[in-house]
C-alpha cells in the first residue's frame, strides 16, 4: 500500500510535473549576436532552466532589483553550463556578465506571475539591451 501511495505521489507532485527548459548561451544566433537562444520562458514553480555555455565567453546573472523579493544574488561563472531550480513565482531578469550592453539579456517567468512587472521596468538596461528591454517588456 505504501509503495502506491508513493507511486501516486511522485506522479502529482511539482517533482513529476516540473519540466526542464535549455536556453543556450550564443554567440549568434539568425542575424543577432551575443544572445541566449530563448529571450523570454514562462516555467511552474519547481522547474529548472539550464543555461548551455555553446559558445564561450558567457554567463547568467540575475540583475540587481530584477528578481522577485527573497531571490538571493546569481551569477555563474564564464563558459560554465548552470542551471537554476525556481521555486519563487514571478518575473526574474538576467543577463550575460560581458555582453549585457550588447543585448544579450533574457527573462524567465514562473508561476505566471507578473507581480514584479513594476520593478522589472525599471532597471537600468544600457546599449543594445535598453532597445531590446523595452521590446521583451511588453511582451511579457
Given at each position: 500500500m505504501k509503495k502506491y501511495i508513493l507511486i501516486l505521489f511522485l506522479l502529482f507532485s511539482n517533482y513529476a510535473m516540473s519540466e526542464d527548459i535549455n536556453i543556450k548561451m550564443l554567440n549568434r544566433l539568425d542575424k543577432e549576436s551575443m544572445v541566449f537562444s530563448e529571450k523570454i520562458v514562462n516555467v511552474n514553480v519547481g522547474d529548472k532552466v539550464f543555461w548551455e555555455a555553446t559558445d564561450k565567453g558567457h554567463n547568467v546573472e540575475f540583475i540587481k532589483g530584477?528578481?522577485?523579493?527573497?531571490?538571493?544574488?546569481?551569477?555563474?561563472?564564464?563558459?560554465?553550463?548552470?542551471?537554476?531550480?525556481?521555486?519563487?513565482?514571478?518575473?526574474?531578469?538576467?543577463?550575460?556578465?560581458?555582453?549585457?550592453?550588447?543585448?544579450?539579456?533574457?527573462?524567465?517567468?514562473?508561476?505566471?506571475?507578473?507581480?514584479?512587472?513594476?520593478?522589472?521596468?525599471?532597471?537600468?538596461?544600457?546599449?543594445?539591451?535598453?532597445?531590446?528591454?523595452?521590446?521583451?517588456?511588453?511582451?511579457?
Open positions: 530584477g528578481v522577485p523579493d527573497g531571490v538571493e544574488k546569481f551569477k555563474s561563472k564564464l563558459n560554465e553550463d548552470v542551471s537554476y531550480e525556481f521555486i519563487i513565482p514571478g518575473i526574474y531578469a538576467y543577463w550575460c556578465t560581458p555582453h549585457k550592453s550588447l543585448g544579450m539579456i533574457g527573462f524567465v517567468i514562473v508561476g505566471d506571475d507578473r507581480s514584479n512587472l513594476d520593478l522589472i521596468k525599471k532597471i537600468r538596461f544600457f546599449g543594445q539591451s535598453k532597445k531590446l528591454s523595452k521590446v521583451l517588456i511588453d511582451q511579457i
